[in-house]
């Protein structure tokens, strides 16, 4: 079946420090990849997202690109703020397509220290 | 996009007893939601999905008994755990599938005591 992997956090940086949050997935063929934010004490928001091989989202500063080679969709930013501090899910809906089976990862809790 | 509202964020309970969540999409009208839950440092998994008017479709091992699902109306769907044990303390999040994208509550952390 379909998996995604991230890292474990808690990741803990300093402000205007880089980020990178790494992601690899797990699908047949050419899945959907996303990554969620969740703020604290809100849903789940999308970030960014990217449908096919080589395709790069960003969003606020945010960037991934999809990697069919590697199976990967590292989140990167050159330069956090304190106001990133959020959990994010990288995730992953099939080829075939369907919302409600979106595929997640377990989350990484990021913590930006000023 | 849709707006999605669940209530509670968090709530106790007594072992035995039964809790219902619900799931609110605010500007869409949604006839298809799901249900997600979280154990400690694992993903995100689909519980079920529910279809406005008829039965939930749950997922492989989800006992449809103890966790009833309910989506009387296009913006209204509830999750009632039924005698909530200890190890249904979890983090449950319904979603909203607007077919081009999926959106979110904010989570209802569980906890049986």
């Known amino acids: 079946g379909n998996s995604v992997t991230q890292m474990e956090g808690p990741v803990t940086l300093s402000e205007e420090a880089f980020l990178t949050i790494n992601c690899t997935y797990t699908?047949?063929?050419?899945?959907?990849l996303f990554w969620y934010v969740q703020y604290p004490g809100e849903g789940l928001q999308l970030l960014l997202k990217?449908?096919?091989?080589?395709d790069k989202g960003s969003n606020k500063g945010f960037e991934a690109t999809y990697r069919k080679e590697t199976t990967s969709f590292h989140l990167e930013k050159g330069s956090v703020q304190v106001s990133d501090s959020a959990v994010y899910f990288c995730?992953?809906?099939?080829?075939?397509?369907?919302?409600?089976?979106?595929?997640f990862g377990t989350g990484t809790k990021l913590q930006v220290i000023p | 996009g849709a707006v999605v509202s669940q209530h509670p964020s968090w709530v106790i309970c007594k072992s035995g007893t039964s809790v219902k969540i619900e799931c609110r999409s605010l500007?869409?009208?949604?006839?298809?939601m799901f249900w997600y839950r979280q154990f400690p440092k694992q993903s995100l998994m689909l519980m079920a999905t529910?279809?406005?008017?008829?039965?939930?479709?749950?997922e492989q091992g989800v006992e449809k008994d103890k966790f009833l699902i309910n989506h009387a109306s296009l913006t209204l769907s509830t999750l009632t755990v039924t005698s909530a044990h200890p190890e249904d303390s979890s983090f449950y999040i319904c979603?909203?599938?607007?077919?081009?994208?999926?959106?979110f509550g904010q989570g209802t952390r569980l906890t049986v005591v």
């Open positions: 979603g909203v599938d607007t077919n081009t994208e999926a959106f």
């Open positions: 500007d869409f009208q949604a006839t298809t």
């Open positions: 990217a449908t096919k091989a080589d």
């Open positions: 699908a047949t063929g050419y899945p959907s």
């Open positions: 529910s279809n406005e008017g008829s039965k939930a479709t749950y």
């Open positions: 995730a992953l809906t099939p080829e075939s397509g369907g919302y409600q089976k979106v595929t």
